[in-house]
DNA sequence: ACATAACCGAGACGGTACGTCCGGTCTTGAA
DNA sequence: TTCAAGACCGGACGTACCGTCTCGGTTATGT
């Protein structure tokens, strides 16, 4: 799964777009395997077949690392089959996020560069962007398409909504909850009125 | 403020409460003054003037330490001057917390413990405790009176209101946004109808 | 040759004692096997049953290391059997020394020394006071008696002449040629007269 | 001092001569600037606006660079106006090479070269070549000529005082004391009775 | 009165990850 | 075919922190 036996090597003065894939993936198999404890970035670049100073010149430290591969596999499996009903579907979607947070590794990711961002600044700005208002745009989708339709009032404060969808399920994410999907539909229904 | 200069010395056979006070304290201090990127074990024994091994003979690692900080003063300044209105009184309260955390080291503590238990299971359990139903008491008394007074209604689903609140706060406080105590009128008004 | 296998541990407050002379021994080990390009403090600290910051603990850097075991098995096998000839009594100790050199890793390790302190400025002044005015003092207490005994005039100049024997010695060893002792006699004679 | 600014390029299918001088002047300016420590392949050829490859192409590796250094730029200023007393000039000679070495990077990259021998057979076998009988021509032509003006015996072992000239010169050389020339007589007047 | 036992501060220990550095090789695209 | 540029691997460097261990000493308790 992470290996293409020979090094990689050099392509030119040009970095090697495959160096990025392979140590990604290697990453991204590392968390999926071991868990944020024991990811290491010398770990990462032996099963990447690359060298420790490759990964530090694409990424500034391990929490640079983590962020890129929290950000890389987003919305891929969140598309869900709209049923036109808004909390019907906000509850689908969230728990489809939680399903592809358990299956990927980018659940452990996430809840990595959450940790992370508690004592690297740098990281916690990242972390920061990550939930600019109107953020989880598929939700925000959602939302906005109920409000088109009627079923939600025209003033519905959609920011404050998807504010409180992140937190929880940030809440369940990083206490190690995204396993049971009955909390969703209770705290959707209270949010939608 | 982490000095009381005379080492304090064993008091014989059984521990010396003024240990724990004072690791507590040095502890405490550490994380108000460096943050959690700076706190060390070695350097909490080093202002406390006592020894790793003391340290450890009372915490099992550096997370229960960290956990014991989180609950060691909680519950003290929330106390606020109820006025009768539901969403006036949490949104106080909530305000109320949040100054807590940016005022008493706190904040970080619970920062710190949060993204210990990412990587600690034993952390993780003492954290999922801390979010157990009913859990944040200050708010669950509020709400109840809420639907005692009739400002609720009976069948208002108070563990799902909670919890949602715990993950307004908690994401406030992880992305380092305590600060700005806006966003709270709003999303307890969305909470409450 | 270079194991007990039980790690020796702390013995308290103070520096282990035993640490020392295992590290001492790896590192003499694996200079003697490897020589001096493969010579590594990973590789010191593994033999050794060490870990990395407790070699940094006792010595500054690979070059400090590296001069202690210069330092630490001198003046032993260079006891020869005087004969009351200062010319012969001093080809017989420089013949010993070089023997000496061969034989125990402590030419690899001058010869290191000397390399490390061309680019190293507290190493360069450690290798300089090793070569103090009447350093070399097996050979002065040779050239005393023999001033002494008036087999050299009162006013033999000695001190420089310890210096081209210093010099000799090491212009020999750096070039990898203490493996032929024909040319200590000439030199010898030379410098005596 | 070392800035063509525009890189000099490619002229073809045959090296371009003006990187070997470019290349190697970079090489003297950064050794004499800050030192064997400082010395990188990196650092020269971005000084020499040339590539690494460019350097390896010519040179097997930094050894034999360093060599080449040392050997470019010899027995130039060393003529000295020779009085027909032995002594005083093989002493003036001696002072000359001291004074060479101080004012031009020579010295520092004999240091250097004779630095990367300790670790580099290639290169000691380089620098054994450097000190073959008879070596420093300079000071045999003096010596040879004391012999035929009768000033020292015809039987005068030429080759042993020329090894420990060298000798002489390398100790000093190699522990940065080629600054005070005091030394330089008593030891010449050793040599020569 | 004295021995015992648990405590104490100090700090060294093994282990292991971090992020940096350099040597020598490789590939591109231009000349 | 050469060139500049610079990415690449490999692996050593020296630092930091965790949790454990031992020392030498102190103090309350048990005899």
Redo the contacts between chains.
């Keep these: 799964m992470s290996s293409d036996k020979p090094p990689r090597g050099s392509i030119g003065a040009i970095r090697n777009p495959e160096s990025d894939a392979a140590i990604m993936a290697a990453a991204r198999d590392l968390l999926a395997e071991k ?3 024991a990811f290491t970035m010398s770990e990462v670049a032996r099963r990447a077949h690359a060298s420790k100073p490759t990964l530090y010149r694409r990424w500034d430290n391990k929490a640079a690392l983590i962020f890129d591969l929290c950000m890389s596999d987003r919305t891929d499996r969140l598309r869900i089959a709209e049923q036109g009903n808004v909390a019907a579907d906000l509850s689908a979607q969230i728990a489809a996020l939680w399903r592809f947070w358990r299956e990927a590794p980018t659940g452990t990711a996430l ?2 560069i ?7 600044d740098v990281a ?1 700005q990242r ?2 962007d990550m ?1 600019a208002p109107g953020m989880p745009e598929h939700a925000r989708l959602l939302i906005e398409a109920g409000i088109a339709r009627g079923d939600l009032p025209a003033d519905f ?1 959609t920011n ?2 998807l ?2 969808i ?3 399920n ?2 369940h994410l ?4 995204i396993g049971d999907e009955t ?1 969703i539909a ?2 959707v ?3 939608l ?1």
Tied chains: 1, 2, 3, 4.
């Design positions: 868990g944020y404890g809840r990595a959450i940790a992370e961002a508690q004592s690297d916690l972390v920061r939930i404060d404050t909504a504010r409180l992140v937190a929880f940030w809440l990083l206490t190690g909850q909390p209770p705290a229904r209270m949010l009125r």
